[in-house]
C-alpha cells in the first residue's frame, strides 16, 4: 500500500493555525452573593486560577453586588475592569499576575476576591502592599498569603 505523501507547506501551515489559535478558553463561574460558605457578602469562590485568554464571569447571583478591578492591585499592562450593579460581568484575562476584585458597594465589609492569572510572581508583592479598608484588607491578606 501506498500512502499519499503529505505536502510540507501545508503541513507547516497546519502547524503555525494551531499554534496561533489558543485552545479552547476556559469561563469560571464567581458568584456574587449577599450570603456565602464564607459569610455575609461574598464573592464564591473568592480565589480563582485560570489561565491567560481565560474568562471569569461575575454572576449577579444576588441583586446589589458588581465586580471591579482594584487600583493596585492590576498586573501591568493589564486594563481595570468596573460592572454594573445587580449585572452579570464577564472579563477575559490576558495579562499573567494577581487581580484584586471588589463589589463597589460592600468593600468595606469585605466583598472582595482575587483572581490569579498564570504565574502570581509578576505582581504579587505590590498587591500584598496595595492597602484595602478594614475586612477588605484582611481577606486579601489571606488570600494572597496562600499563594
Same mark, same amino acid.
Given at each position: ?42 464573592? #464564591? ?30 498586573? #501591568?499592562?493589564?486594563?481595570? %475592569? ?10 477575559? %484575562? ?54
Amino acid at each position: 500500500k501506498m500512502v499519499p505523501k503529505l505536502k510540507t507547506p501545508l503541513l507547516a501551515a497546519a502547524a503555525l493555525a494551531v499554534a496561533i489559535l489558543p485552545a479552547t478558553a476556559a469561563d469560571v463561574q464567581v458568584k456574587m452573593l449577599n450570603k456565602g460558605a464564607k459569610g455575609m457578602m461574598v464573592f #464564591e469562590p473568592d480565589l480563582v486560577k485560570v489561565q491567560p485568554g481565560d474568562t471569569v464571569t461575575f454572576v449577579a447571583t444576588d441583586p446589589g453586588h458588581d465586580a471591579q478591578s482594584v487600583p493596585g492591585m492590576l498586573p #501591568e499592562g493589564a486594563q481595570p %475592569f468596573e460592572g454594573k450593579i445587580g449585572k452579570d460581568l464577564t472579563v477575559t %484575562f490576558t495579562q499573567p499576575g494577581v487581580y484584586g476584585v471588589k463589589c463597589k458597594p460592600h468593600y468595606v465589609m469585605g466583598m472582595v476576591g482575587v483572581v490569579v492569572v498564570g504565574d502570581p510572581s509578576s505582581n504579587l508583592d505590590a498587591a500584598k502592599q496595595a492597602k484595602n479598608p478594614g475586612k477588605a484588607g484582611k481577606l486579601f491578606t489571606e488570600l494572597l498569603g496562600s499563594l
